[in-house]
């Protein structure tokens, strides 16, 4: 584990074989932080302006890291839809519990 400010954090990344970036900084991590054939999940986040429009982009620099992961989840699609669906499948669950209802199989 390890976070932004960890000492040499690119060379610990390096180690990682399954990279999860929250680091609240856009396009922070870059290519040369990941293992080739790593898994890079990118859950932050980010809007930036450029050439005077808006644009959303994750924590990881996804064009370049692309060219190195196994696989990576791009930013917006990636993690968020799945978020969504948790969020979603635990308040069916909940509501259900307070109801006195069984819980549904999702």
């Keep these: 584990m390890a976070h932004s400010k960890t000492r040499d954090l690119p060379a610990v990344s390096r ?3 399954v990279v999860f970036a929250a680091t609240g900084r856009p396009e922070f991590v870059r290519a040369d932080w990941i293992k080739p054939g790593a898994t890079v999940i990118d859950v932050g986040v980010n809007r930036v302006t450029g050439g005077g429009k808006h644009r959303i982009v994750g924590d990881v620099a ?4 692309r060219e ?3 696989a990576i989840t791009p930013v ?3 993690v968020g839809p799945m978020t969504i669906a948790c969020l979603l499948a635990n308040t069916v669950r909940a509501a259900c519990a307070l109801s006195g ?5 999702l």
Aim: aromatic share 6%; no cysteine; net charge negative.
């Design 76 to 78: 917006p699609g990636g």
């Design 62 to 65: 996804f064009d370049e890291v």
């Design 15 to 17: 180690r990682a074989d």
């Design 101 to 105: 209802l069984p819980a549904p199989a």
């Design 68 to 70: 190195v992961a196994g």
